[in-house]
Nanobody
Framework: QVQLVESGGELVQAGGSLRLSCAAS????????MAWFRQAPGNEREFVAA????????IYADSVKGRFTISRDNAKSTVYLQMNSLKPEDTALYYC?????????????????WGQGTQVTVSS
C-alpha cells in the first residue's frame, strides 16, 4: 500500500516562496512517477507539475511554468514542489500523486495514489 504525506503548506504573502514536500512509503520510490495537483474551493482539481521516476524529465502547467519547480530525492522517497513568485490565484489545497511504472502525465485519472493535501494560502 502506497502512502503519501504532504507538508509545507502555509499562509504566505504574494511574491513569496514556499517549498512543499511529499514523503512516500514505498519499497522502490523510483518506480513511481510523481505529480502535484491543486484544488481551489469551487474549482476542479488541476494539474501543476509531474516528474519521472528517475527525475530526468518533468512537465508543468502553463500557469506555473517558470515559477514552480518539481524535484525528487529517491534516496529519501520524497518529491518537492518549490514555489516562487506566489500569486493569490495559487491559493489551493495541494495534493501529491503517484503513478506506478508509467510516465508522469497531466491527467489525474492516471494516478492511483493520492495524499491528503496541504493548504497553501497566498495573501494579496
Amino acid at each position: 500500500q502506497v502512502q503519501l504525506v504532504e507538508s509545507g503548506g502555509e499562509l504566505v504573502q504574494a511574491g513569496g516562496s514556499l517549498r512543499l514536500s511529499c514523503a512516500a512509503s514505498v519499497r522502490t520510490f523510483s518506480n513511481y512517477a510523481m505529480a502535484w495537483f491543486r484544488q481551489a474551493p469551487g474549482n476542479e482539481r488541476e494539474f501543476v507539475a509531474a516528474i519521472s521516476g528517475s527525475g530526468g524529465s518533468s512537465i508543468y502547467a502553463d500557469s506555473v511554468k517558470g515559477r514552480f519547480t518539481i524535484s525528487r530525492d529517491n534516496a529519501k522517497s520524497t518529491v518537492y514542489l518549490q514555489m516562487n513568485s506566489l500569486k493569490p490565484e495559487d491559493t489551493a489545497l495541494y495534493y501529491c500523486a503517484a503513478r506506478f511504472q508509467s510516465p508522469g502525465t497531466r491527467w489525474s485519472s492516471d494516478y492511483g495514489y493520492w495524499g491528503q493535501g496541504t493548504q497553501v494560502t497566498v495573501s494579496s
